[in-house]
């Protein structure tokens, strides 16, 4: 991509430069903000490095590319996290320069900035890009400080402290040091007294005066002046205001005079710098269809419009889709739109909007269509509706059509409330896979953390890794690693479930090993944390595989982990006591028996959460059905033969079964926050009998024992997938039972 660089000046912005390099970018521009007034040294600003300032302007002639400037007019107007348009703020101001950048060079698809840490400074930067249509490149986010630090002097940054505001820093020794000689103070005072050592929380600010961009020429100061701000006894804060400066002309570049040494402030305006004038003109954003209100669409009929509810009163899940096989679908968009709506109606009739929505499983019947789907997702879901953020997503492709179904099927998580804490992060960086779109990379309400489905892709260049099923997992795990870390958590410790996703472009041969590259994985974590002196709490979490026919990019894996994240420290041995409660009685003819505890998985912590994975195999079937089954079973030709009354009892044994966990850990159905069925089409029961099926088992039981307490409602999802299992390499399960369960 061509790119625009926002520099201060500093390390960290041409740093974030050289980065956009190695990731095969092109530098074409840079854009700088100033303070109005040329004897100003520093602003009271919240977003941008203003101190050295003067010397900003040789940019141009050391790079040899243009540089946009423009004098800061507005404040800090908008001071909340997220930000959102607002006239008068100094962040108007970046959106003018870099509009116009993008009018005089139309080529430009991204911008680049030098952020490390702060969420305040990228979110901006990601709002101003997105209201553009531009990518933001922020290479430097999240990595670790000193690690950064070295790479720069390694890289040949040659800096120089223009600012110093800490404690352990003192204004007349340390003001005009080259970071590399600092490297080694700055690690001492962060021994000390924690400080960043790259100055992410204001310690310091650098001026970059050589740097392998700087193909032209380097900058030397000739004179500059200490301007004390406070005289703080434990922590002064001083500047280095620059007199006079020169460039001195590099090798093999004609750029300027070799003996050009006399250069001060005053230096004549050089052609490829263009200051930017300007209000803020009227946003030209592309037209965009408006969401149509329920007069606008097609007409659905009501037996052809599925809905489900689960019924806790806090958190709860609803799930829509089309299925009429007399009626072929209209096409992915408008089944899409037609289910979005359902929602959103379904939203405001319990009071609520997108922006109560914490996680979303987008499933689709082409993933050809991916790019058509979130052009109608956009329509719906946007950051404008969802001010404390966007819900976390997964997508899949489902066999929807083969199944009967129309060509989109959505569930969405809701919470009653706005406590959830979002990452969104939109910037491509070598931190995590960006989320260019309207969702979130995870979603923390009320302990659980929600991540968005991850692939393996390389965060920097977006693009999946080679090397097969087994590397794209790794990166995938990788990515939710960097994730979990942003909550100050792990997958290796804190997860609950792992779902992975397995297309069917994964030879046989490769699934077995899916399962055992998540094992070593995690044990890697774990061990990782005991080498740095941890010992973590580890939490003993459950899997389910499942088998679909593509992913998102071509993907051959996708991870969905779901984590427990304690608002306060607990002990492992209270955190996962599980403990049983009166024995739930037996119902449907069922009784207890050894076996069971064989297709059961379960993830307890005591009177908080309960997560059940239940595998209904072939052999797990011949068990249930023993009186009815036939010799074929055994070889495990079961699909084509199995009968009404065989699924009747088999949809029985699966609420059996997860009534007796979710009773006997002291739970009930109505903590349910969602409860999935998958199946495999092949099964040649069609979806609507299956839920039929399981309907009227949660009206039987209610009649038996008034556990269930749903009236008949439909409080679970019938997902049509090609296998799931407990292992990647046996995905031939009859029924698989998600459930989860939380305390209010």
């Known amino acids: 991509m061509k790119v625009v660089a926002l520099v201060s000046g500093g390390k960290d912005s041409c740093y974030a430069m050289m980065k956009c390099i190695q990731y095969g970018h092109q530098i074409v521009a840079v854009a700088n903000l100033l303070p109005a007034d040329d004897s100003v040294d520093e602003l009271d600003s919240y977003m941008y490095q203003t101190v050295g300032h003067q010397i900003i302007v040789s940019y141009a002639e050391c790079m040899g590319v243009p540089l946009f400037r423009r004098r800061i007019q507005g404040s800090t107007r908008h001071q909340k996290l997220s930000y959102r348009t607002t006239p008068g703020d100094e962040v108007e101001d970046m959106f003018i320069l870099l509009n116009e950048v993008k009018k005089q060079i139309p080529s430009i698809t991204a911008v680049s900035s030098g952020a490390i840490a702060s969420d305040y400074q990228r979110l901006r930067v990601e709002s101003v890009c997105s209201r553009l249509g531009l990518v933001s490149l922020a290479y430097l986010w999240k990595q670790d400080q000193s690690f950064l630090l070295q790479e720069m002097i390694t890289n040949g940054i040659v800096a120089i402290t223009v600012k110093v505001a800490a404690m352990g820093l003192d204004p007349a020794k340390h003001l005009g040091k080259e970071i590399a000689f600092l490297k080694p103070y700055l690690h001492k005072l962060k021994d000390l007294y924690g400080i960043n050592v790259c100055g992410e929380g204001g310690e310091y600010e650098t001026l970059t005066l050589d740097c392998p961009l700087f193909h032209n020429a380097r900058i030397t100061v000739d004179e500059s002046q200490v301007v004390l701000h406070s005289s703080d006894s434990i922590a002064p804060v001083g500047v280095l205001h620059p007199l006079k400066f020169h460039l001195e002309r590099k090798a093999k570049s004609n750029s300027i005079s070799g003996n050009d040494k006399s250069n001060d402030l005053c230096l004549e305006n050089i052609s490829s710098v263009f200051e930017v004038q300007g209000e803020n003109p009227l946003e030209c954003k592309a037209p965009c269809e408006s969401v149509p209100e329920a007069s606008d669409l097609v007409e659905v009929s009501s037996h052809r419009l599925h809905l489900s509810k689960t019924e806790k009163d806090d958190t709860f899940s609803i799930c829509c889709w089309l299925q009429d096989p007399s009626e072929p679908s209209a096409g992915l968009q408008e089944d899409l739109k037609l289910i979005l709506r359902q929602i959103e109606l379904q939203l405001q009739g319990c009071g609520f909007g997108w922006e109560h929505v914490l996680y979303i499983h987008l499933y689709i019947s082409d993933m050809n269509q991916f790019n058509l789907a979130n052009e109608t997702y956009v329509r719906f879901i946007t950051q404008d509706k969802c001010p404390n953020g966007v819900p976390s997503r997964s997508t899949i492709e489902l066999p929807l059509i083969q199944a009967g179904l129309g060509g989109a099927y959505i569930e969405v998580l809701v919470a009653n409330d706005q406590s959830k804490r979002v990452l969104h992060v939109q910037s491509i960086s070598c931190w995590a896979p960006s989320c260019i779109g309207p969702y979130s990379q995870a979603t923390l309400h009320k302990e659980i953390l929600h991540m968005a489905g991850q692939l393996g892709l390389n965060p920097p260049t977006m693009t999946l890794c080679g090397g097969g099923p087994t590397a794209e997992l790794e990166q995938a795990l990788q990515n939710c690693e960097a994730v979990a870390k942003c909550f100050n958590c792990s997958i290796s410790t804190s997860a609950i479930i792992f779902v992975v996703y397995c297309s069917t472009n994964i030879s046989s041969d490769e699934r077995p090993k899916i399962h055992d590259k998540l094992d070593s994985f995690l044990k890697q974590i774990k061990l990782s944390h005991l080498d740095e002196g941890r010992k973590p709490k580890v939490l003993d979490p459950i899997f389910l595989y499942v088998l ?70 072939s ?20 699909h084509n033969y199995l009968t009404a009354g065989q699924m009747k009892r088999i949809s029985r044994f699966c609420i059996y079964v997860l009534d007796k966990i979710i009773m006997e850990n002291g739970f009930s159905w109505k903590d349910t926050m969602s409860l999935r069925f ?67």
Not at 564 to 579: A, G, I, M, R
Not at 680 to 691: A, I, M, W
């Open 548 to 617: 679909v026919p593509d992913l998102p990019k071509g993907a051959l894996v996708e991870v969905k982990p779901i984590l427990y994240v304690p608002e306060t420290s607990e002990t492992t041995e209270e955190t996962l006591n599980d403990l049983s409660g009166v024995m739930a009685p037996s119902y449907f003819g069922f009784q207890p028996a050894d076996w069971h505890d064989s297709c059961i998985q379960k993830f307890v912590i005591h009177g908080k959460i309960c997560a059940v994975v239940l595998s209904i195999t």
């Open 619 to 638: 052999a797990v079937a011949l068990k249930i059905c023993s009186d009815s089954m036939n010799a074929d079973w055994s070889n495990g030709n079961h």
């Open 678 to 744: 998958y199946y495999p089409p092949n099964l040649l029961v069609p979806l609507e009998t299956l839920s039929l099926l399981f309907t009227d088992a949660f009206k039987e039981l209610d009649q038996m024992s008034g556990s269930a307490k749903v009236g008949g409602k439909s409080i679970f999802n019938v997902v049509p997938v090609l296998g799931a299992g407990k292992y990647a390499a046996c995905t031939e399960d009859i029924i698989t039972c998600e459930l989860f369960a939380r305390k209010s």
